[in-house]
């Protein structure tokens, strides 16, 4: 009779922990900052801001991602739109095209506002290319179907986010991430910390007195994500506690870490849940509970990552 051996894996660590990070995090910055410009208000500088940084985030995460592949080359199949018909199983291979298309939608999005700003026009290079006829026309088109540019960047965008989670479920020999509460989990957590990203924006760099109202609102939609977050994560593990003997350990692994207990789940959601509760019950009078909030969840949202690789236990028969 065989016996069944359980260890960690060893293979996806930090860098996939990066690459799942900076993918959630610049694809919902993305869709939060195009939607707040749609229906809440137009509003330039949070567009630049949060369309430059998350498309520099996802170039961070793809870029992450081809430094490890074992073949380089092997990235043309993925790039590949058509490997989605005959293989709709390769979740790789939609995060690619999500992460693509997020980034060209987002782009196109935000060259009105950039066409419109003096220091873009002075950078060499871009200025050249933004200022040209091509760009002229391309944002003509742009201002023309704006809402159109806006939903298909935010649809990718919260493929993307799904994608981080479905990824990692698609493995059925670690049932630590072998779980339908997964996708859903990673995918509040990259909106949670993209609102926590963009508070941080708008309490640092874009100090616009008329952006209050803006910032209590999404204090409140990262209150309620980060509630949200921890009820996924106490039921998730109840889950695994009662369920097969790899999620058995996985979750003595998790739960037996300080790391995880007070890096994670104490600092990098408690403590940023109490001082957004304030925030939004009485108010702060000065901004740097937010900011320090803010950095928790961001913290937070990469240690989620990081321990859900550090505790991915498989079983194998010896």
């Known amino acids: 009779m065989d016996t069944m051996t359980y260890t960690t894996q060893n293979i996806w660590t930090w860098w996939i922990a990066v690459y799942l990070f900076f993918g959630g995090l ?3 910055t993305l869709t939060i900052t195009f939607l707040t410009d749609m229906y809440c208000r137009p509003h330039r500088k949070l567009v630049l801001w949060g369309a430059i940084s ?27 739109p058509l490997v989605l018909f ?14 693509l298309w997020m980034m060209v939608w987002g782009t196109l999005y935000a060259l009105p506002y950039m066409r419109e700003t003096p220091a ?12 040209s006829r091509l760009a002229g026309w391309l944002v003509g088109c742009c201002m023309k179907h704006r809402r159109v540019v806006g939903w298909l960047a935010a649809v990718n965008g919260i493929g993307t986010a799904v994608y981080t989670g479905l990824l990692i479920q698609s493995f059925p020999a670690v049932a630590l991430w072998h779980n339908p509460g997964v996708p859903l989990l990673f995918t509040v957590s990259a909106f949670s910390t993209a609102f926590a990203y963009l508070l941080l924006l708008l309490h640092t760099f874009i100090t616009d007195e008329n952006d209050q109202d803006l910032r209590h609102r999404y204090e409140r939609f990262d209150l309620v994500l980060i509630a949200t977050e921890l009820v996924i994560l106490f039921s998730f593990f109840s889950y695994t506690l009662s369920g097969s003997e790899s999620g058995y350990r996985s979750a003595q692994l998790l739960w037996g870490d300080l790391g995880w207990l007070v890096g994670f789940i104490g600092f990098g959601l408690l403590v940023p849940f109490l001082l957004e509760l304030k925030g939004a019950i009485r ?36």
């Open 120 to 131: 873009f026009l002075r950078l060499p290079l871009v200025g050249k290319l933004i200022g």
């Open 26 to 28: 610049g694809a919902a």
């Open 86 to 99: 005959y293989k709709p199983d390769a979740w790789i291979a939609w995060g690619t095209q999500f992460i």
């Open 54 to 80: 998350g498309v520099v985030l996802l170039a961070a995460s793809s870029a992450v991602l081809f430094g490890h592949l074992l073949h380089h080359t092997a990235v043309i199949y993925v790039l590949n």
């Open 283 to 318: 108010g702060w009078s000065s901004r740097l509970p937010t900011v320090a909030a803010a950095l928790l969840v961001l913290m937070g949202g990469y240690l989620l990552r990081h321990y859900f690789m550090y505790a991915g236990v498989y079983a194998y028969p010896w």
